[in-house]
């Protein structure tokens, strides 16, 4: 059982920078892909980055490539979500999602465990 809490969210201007934190329980995580999803008011959730198991490999959308730096840190049990160069199109609820095989996927039906979300607001 892995349980997952973001944190980092808030309400920037377009431009501005976030990090978003998605912290783990348990012990296992470690053996766990990690996925970072959006779901903005009216629109389904999109993928929009993700990180294997050793952090080795990584995925990011095409809307948020070279913007967004997805990465992990075994010894904390967290996985976080640099955020650069904001835009309003990126204001949605933002979760961070587990997959217990450990292989990073675009696929949200491949992941087994779910953080509530963290609101991620960019004014023009």
């Known amino acids: 059982q892995v349980q997952l809490v973001e944190s980092g969210g808030g309400s920037v201007q377009a431009g501005g920078s976030l990090k978003l934190s998605c912290a783990a329980s348990g012990r296992t995580f470690s053996t766990y892909a990690v996925g970072w999803f959006r779901q903005a008011p009216g629109k389904e959730r999109e993928f929009v980055a993700a990180?294997?198991?050793?952090?080795?490999?990584?995925y990011y959308a095409e809307s948020v490539k070279g913007r967004f730096t997805i990465s992990r840190d075994i010894d904390k049990n967290a996985v976080y979500l640099g955020m650069n160069s904001l835009k309003p199109e990126d204001t949605a609820v933002y979760s961070c999602?587990?997959?217990?095989?450990?292989?990073?996927?675009?696929?949200?039906?491949?992941?087994?465990?779910w953080g509530q979300g963290t609101q991620v607001t960019v004014s023009s």
């Open positions: 990180i294997s198991k050793s952090g080795q490999i990584t």
């Open positions: 999602a587990a997959e217990r095989w450990g292989s990073a996927s675009d696929n949200a039906g491949r992941y087994d465990y």
